[in-house]
């Protein structure tokens, strides 16, 4: 049996509807998923819209916010080739809808035939009175004194012993053209056979910067357990260095059975506190928190001071729990067996993770253990917290990620998921459409210019900008990147710029980064020895090396220029050394332009020319402009795209330079805006 492609001609279908919608943008997987942005942020709309015959085509994109009953519409603007667009904006958290309506527009096509017509000197009493039927019609869709004019200017045009030249002039008013546009006949519209979703998400969502630090390390010599009145004592430096988030590792108890020891060893010392990823003990589960770190009544103090300060408190969600855990005992039904009757524990062979049990979402009881994953969060979002760094959500099931993150959003808007999922692209970038806010990414792994510009503009100039924001960490307490252990500070102090000017949201593994810790567990591999993952760690955040100073500079910079704080400008600039990378990110205006130059090599100081994409900038060739290098201070006139620079790495890796125009004032002399 073949299925018929005519047209059903049903009591619903009107075949009277010319107008065709095809290649609507943005959409993702086509409007599978949401696409993605921050409250004030643009969402351009282009759609193709066409259709038989010469007669004329117009479109408007029809929005509105979730709670919204009655839709807004913005007129679409022709580009030519059938090709049409509008803009329409943000305004509130929450999910917004938007699709696009066209139709056959007969008074504009009218209005262009009547012109060709005069202008050629041809008979145009008929169509006088064609362009006055079209305004009467107009007009009974018209109200008030708008309805008035148009009766009015219905009348001139009929008017048959009136002369032909002044109906003729009436009929070119573009004032009462403009008010009969205004009110077309849309009886046999087309509308786009989807309403397609955009999330409206907090601005957190695209700009930060996070600091991660283990609560337990937080106390002064590095012997007793950290608490998170420490932790509090620990803000105001965090904020005088520019930081956002304070991202905490799980904090809540930690089980004893299978407990690992320094380095990952699989027999635990007496005093070893364990990792804080082995979820779950005697003493509570994903809803408690360690004793040794404190109270419930402590953790909400904590969030009260960050904010403060104005820095959010980020919590690690991390769904797995320790052979201890209470889920163990209490839902012994969530977890999968192995032939033995035992309980299957975490592996990535060869890895093994006997100190945590996974989740078995095959589970008969999944829906139970959907719910109790779901409240976990909900839990924590009653304690104050808004920002979530998620374990390895792609070892979960994906449903209950769609599932679990929309619940939440759709009560909280507010709330921002950060996904760490080093895994495959396609996992990754589905983790994102499934409502993960912000995404660990292969950054630290991209070190050459050729890396890191092919990366960074799959990033942010495809279609994977409209659902993917990437966080850019150079490191984290899993990940010393190479790059990091033979580079030493200079590495450090590089790759620490590329963060954080390549992306708008960035984050450190702190203490260490601040420390340059670059010391591996083994050679060839990404693990930090003596790492704070297993053992609490004394760290002299004092030292004159600290790459504080650096790191405070860099974060009031990404503060006072909003070029920084979005990825949807940047755009990379030749050199004529590949070990030099330039780039830049401005705003859409060029009222603010930052340049950023990186010297890759760690040991050499490396020189050479740029060659800037001017029209990107804004500058004319002839231009003379000035290149203020917010990191040192310095000042530079410079002149056309190929300027000379020269970065030691042994000083500073890099150079930020804010970019100011040359203006001649009204008064005769030269300023740079």
Request: with cysteine.
């Amino acid at each position: 049996m073949t299925m018929s492609l005519l047209p059903n001609l049903s009591r619903d279908f009107d075949g009277r509807r010319r107008t065709i919608i095809e290649n609507v943008t943005p959409q993702i997987d086509g409007g599978r998923y949401p696409i993605k942005r921050c409250v004030g942020e643009a969402v351009v709309v282009a759609a193709d819209v066409f259709a038989d015959g010469h007669d004329a085509v117009a479109a408007v994109v029809c929005f509105k916010a979730e709670s919204e009953t009655e839709w807004r519409e913005v007129e679409m603007t022709a580009l030519g080739n059938d090709r049409w667009r509008a803009t329409f904006r943000v305004e509130r958290l929450g999910r917004y809808r938007y699709t696009v309506e066209g139709w056959v527009d007969h008074f504009r096509s009218w209005q262009r035939d009547f012109d060709k017509k005069v202008a050629a000197e041809q008979e145009v009493e008929i169509d006088l009175l064609v362009g006055a039927e079209l305004v009467r019609a107009a007009a009974e869709r018209a109200r008030g004194a708008e309805r008035s004019m148009l009766e009015s200017w219905a009348k001139e045009l009929a008017t048959a012993d009136a002369e032909v030249a002044a109906r003729v002039e009436k009929a070119k008013d573009p004032l009462r053209r403009a008010l009969a546009q205004r009110y077309p006949d849309r009886s046999l519209a087309t509308r786009f056979e989807r309403e397609l979703v955009v999330w409206a998400e907090p601005v957190r969502a695209r700009y930060g910067a996070w600091y991660e630090l283990f609560p337990r390390s937080a106390g002064s010599d590095g012997k007793r357990h950290g608490t998170l009145r420490d932790v509090e004592a620990q803000l105001p430096r965090i904020a005088e260095m520019g930081f956002d988030v304070l991202y905490l590792p799980p904090i809540h108890p930690i089980g004893y059975a299978f407990r690992k020891g320094r380095n990952n060893a699989t027999e635990a010392r007496v005093d070893d506190p364990g990792s804080p990823w082995g979820i779950g003990a005697e003493e509570g589960g994903h809803k408690s928190i360690h004793p040794q770190l404190g109270t419930l009544a402590d953790f909400k103090r904590l969030v009260a001071a960050a904010a403060s300060l104005q820095i959010e408190i980020a919590l690690d969600i991390a769904l797995q729990c320790s052979p201890d855990h209470p889920y163990v005992r209490e839902h012994p039904e969530w977890f999968k067996r192995r032939p033995d009757g035992t309980i299957q524990y975490a592996e990535n062979p060869p890895k093994k993770y006997q100190d945590i049990y996974p989740f078995d979402f095959e589970t008969p009881a999944w829906r139970e253990l959907w719910a109790e994953a779901k409240s976990v969060m909900e839990f924590w979002v009653e304690q104050g917290v808004t920002i979530f760094r998620v374990d390895n959500p792609h070892t979960k099931a994906f449903p209950f990620w769609e599932w679990c993150i929309g619940e939440l959003k759709t009560r909280r808007p507010e709330l921002i998921f950060l996904s760490e999922a080093f895994t495959r692209p396609k996992v990754k970038y589905n983790l994102a459409k499934l409502g993960f806010t912000q995404s660990y990414n292969y950054f630290p792994w991209r070190n050459t210019s050729d890396e890191l510009r092919a990366y960074l503009t799959e990033l942010t100039r495809t279609d994977v900008r409209e659902f993917f924001r990437p966080s850019l960490w150079p490191n984290t307490p899993d990940i010393l990147p190479q790059a990091l252990q033979f580079g030493g500070r200079p590495a450090f102090m590089a790759r620490f710029v590329l963060a954080a000017t390549l992306g708008a949201s960035y984050g450190i593994y702190g203490p260490a980064y601040e420390l340059c810790v670059n010391a591996p567990f083994k050679t060839g591999g990404e693990e930090y020895l003596d790492s704070e993952k297993y053992e609490i760690k004394a760290w002299d955040l004092n030292r004159p090396d600290s790459l504080q100073p650096l790191i405070a500079r860099v974060n009031a910079i990404r503060r006072e220029n909003p070029a920084l704080q979005s990825n949807e400008l940047l755009a990379f600039h030749a050199t004529d050394n590949p070990q030099l990378i330039a780039y830049s990110k401005r705003t859409a205006d060029r009222e603010n332009i930052i340049l950023t130059v990186v010297n890759l090599d760690p040991h050499h100081a490396q020189e050479g020319r740029t060659r800037l994409d001017l029209g990107e900038l804004g500058i004319e060739k002839t231009d003379t402009f000035q290149a203020h290098d917010l990191l040192t201070g310095s000042r530079y006139l410079w002149r056309g795209a190929e300027n000379f620079v020269r970065l030691d790495p042994q000083h500073v890796p890099a150079a930020i330079f804010r970019l100011r125009r040359r203006v001649r004032s009204e008064q005769d002399f030269d300023y740079f805006m």
